[in-house]
C-alpha cells in the first residue's frame, strides 16, 4: 500500500508515481472523446465503465498534469491536450451566446402578467434558442426547488389567449359575468336615495340625519366609482373584442388587444390557466 494519489489515472508503487494502467486508459479516452467533439455531460454515454462525475471530468480535461512533469509521468499527448483546451474555450462561447434559461422579463410580450397560482410568486420567462418558457421564479431557491408548479411555454399562452378571445366574440355576454355584487351595491344606493328623498319631503326631517344620510350616499357613490373602473373596462373589453371580431378573423397573437383587456395569467399547477381580464371576470382555460 503506497500513499494515496487525488490525482485520477496515477498511483505509487513502490514509492513511485506511476501511470495506473487502467486509470490511465480512462483518462485517454476522455480526452479522445472529448476531443471529437462530445460534450462532458454525455461522455459517460460513449466510454464504457466510466465513473467519474461531471466537475471533476471539466477539471480533469484542463489537467496540465496530464502532459507530464517532474512529478507526473505522461498521459496526454501535449498536442490532444492542447485541442482539448481550444475545445473547451469554443464551447465556452458556445454556450455564452445561447444564454440558456436566462431570465429576459422585458423583453416578453406578456410582461409581468404571469403569476403563480400554487405559491403565489411572479412567473418568468427562460428563453432557450427559440424557446421562451415560463416558470415560477419560485421553482428554485438556491439551488433547491421549492415551488412545482407547471412551467408553460409563451406560444400555448399565446394560443390560449386568442382561443379566449374567439370565445369572447361568440359570446360577449360573459365581459359582463361579474355584476353580482354591483347590483347589491347600486340597490343600497338607491334604498338610499330613496330614504334622502323621503326625508327632503317630509316638514319633521332633521337635518342632521339628512346630512348624514347624504353623506353615506356620496362614500358609496364613491366606492362605486370603483365599479365605475370595471364598468369602463367591461365597455371598453366590448368595443375592442367587436372591434377585432370586425377587423379580422386573425388568430395570430395580438399583443395590443392582450395589454389591453388582460389584467393577470395565473397558472396552476393542475393545468388550468386562468385569463383575468382587466374588469375582474376571469376565463379559466385548460392546457
Ligand atoms: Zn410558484
Not at 371598453?236 to 370586425?246: A, F, P, V, W
Request: with cysteine; charged share 35%; aromatic share 8%.
Amino acid at each position: 500500500m503506497g500513499r494515496k494519489v487525488t490525482v485520477y489515472g496515477y498511483r505509487f508503487k513502490d514509492g513511485i508515481l506511476q501511470a495506473d494502467k487502467e486509470q490511465s486508459k480512462f483518462v485517454q479516452e476522455i480526452f479522445n472523446v472529448y476531443n471529437s467533439g462530445i460534450p462532458v455531460s454525455r461522455l459517460k454515454d460513449y466510454i464504457e465503465g466510466l465513473e467519474i462525475n461531471r466537475v471533476r471530468l471539466s477539471d480533469m480535461l484542463s489537467d496540465k498534469r496530464y502532459m507530464g512533469d517532474e512529478n507526473f509521468p505522461k498521459i496526454i499527448e501535449p498536442e490532444l491536450f492542447e485541442a482539448v483546451q481550444q475545445r473547451k474555450k469554443e464551447r465556452r462561447k458556445a454556450v455564452g451566446k445561447e444564454q440558456p434559461y436566462i431570465y429576459h422579463k422585458e423583453q416578453f410580450l406578456l410582461g409581468d402578467k404571469m403569476k403563480c397560482g400554487e405559491c403565489g410568486s411572479a412567473y418568468h420567462c427562460y428563453k432557450h434558442g427559440e424557446l421562451r418558457r415560463w416558470d415560477c421564479s419560485k421553482r428554485l431557491v438556491k439551488g433547491r426547488v421549492t415551488c412545482r408548479n407547471q412551467r408553460i411555454q409563451e406560444d400555448q399562452i399565446k394560443e390560449l389567449f386568442m382561443q379566449a378571445v374567439g370565445n369572447l366574440k361568440k359570446h360577449p355576454e360573459q365581459i359582463r359575468k361579474i355584476t353580482i355584487h354591483r347590483i347589491r351595491r347600486n340597490s343600497r344606493l338607491e334604498a338610499l336615495e330613496r330614504e334622502i328623498e323621503m326625508l327632503k319631503n317630509s316638514s319633521t326631517t332633521e337635518i342632521e340625519e339628512l346630512l348624514r344620510l347624504v353623506y353615506k350616499r356620496a362614500s358609496l357613490l364613491y366606492e362605486n366609482a370603483d365599479d365605475g373602473g370595471d364598468a369602463y373596462h367591461t365597455q371598453k373589453i366590448e368595443d375592442l373584442i367587436q372591434q377585432h371580431k370586425e377587423q379580422s378573423e386573425e388568430k395570430t397573437f395580438d399583443k395590443d388587444l392582450f395589454d389591453a383587456i388582460i389584467e393577470a395569467i395565473t397558472i396552476y399547477k393542475d393545468g388550468r390557466i386562468v385569463f383575468t381580464l382587466k374588469n375582474g371576470v376571469a376565463m379559466t382555460k385548460l392546457l
